[in-house]
Nanobody
Framework: VQLQASGGDMVQAGGYLRLSCATS????????MGWYRQAPGKQRALVAV???????TYKDSVKGRFTLSRENAEKTVYLQMDSLKPDDTGVYYC???????????????WGQGTLVTVSS
């Protein structure tokens, strides 16, 4: 199983970006998907998560600005980031909880990270 993240870039404050994370490989089902962010000098922290039935949870600081969505058929999760702020700067990592087989437990898989830089 592999997760391929893309979409990171350098933008000015107030701008927008759309991150994508495509999942490939043999699997039975993808459950939760989401994004974490590691800001410079800080630990990786949850930004947003979406369940298989499209229930979403967001970090307080991104509510109303970021929108998380998924396409189950494409095994892809998207993070639309609007009204970006310098504090949104960091490496964004996608993740997915995946059942490799029907009776297997969930395992967490991570993408390689994509850098978002927001300048003031």
């Amino acid at each position: 199983v592999q997760l391929q993240a893309s979409g990171g870039d350098m933008v000015q404050a107030g701008g927008y970006l759309r991150l994508s994370c495509a999942t490939s490989g043999r699997m039975y089902r993808i459950n939760d998907m989401g994004w974490y962010r590691q800001a410079p000098g800080k630990q990786r922290a949850l930004v947003a998560v979406i369940t298989r039935d499209d229930s979403t949870t967001y970090k307080d600081s991104v509510k109303g600005r970021f929108t998380l969505s998924r396409e189950n058929a494409e095994k892809t999760v998207y993070l639309q980031m609007d009204s970006l702020k310098p504090d949104d700067t960091g490496v964004y990592y996608c993740y997915a909880q995946i059942q490799r087989h029907r009776f297997a437990a969930n395992s967490d898989y991570w993408g390689q990270g994509t850098l978002v830089t927001v300048s003031s």
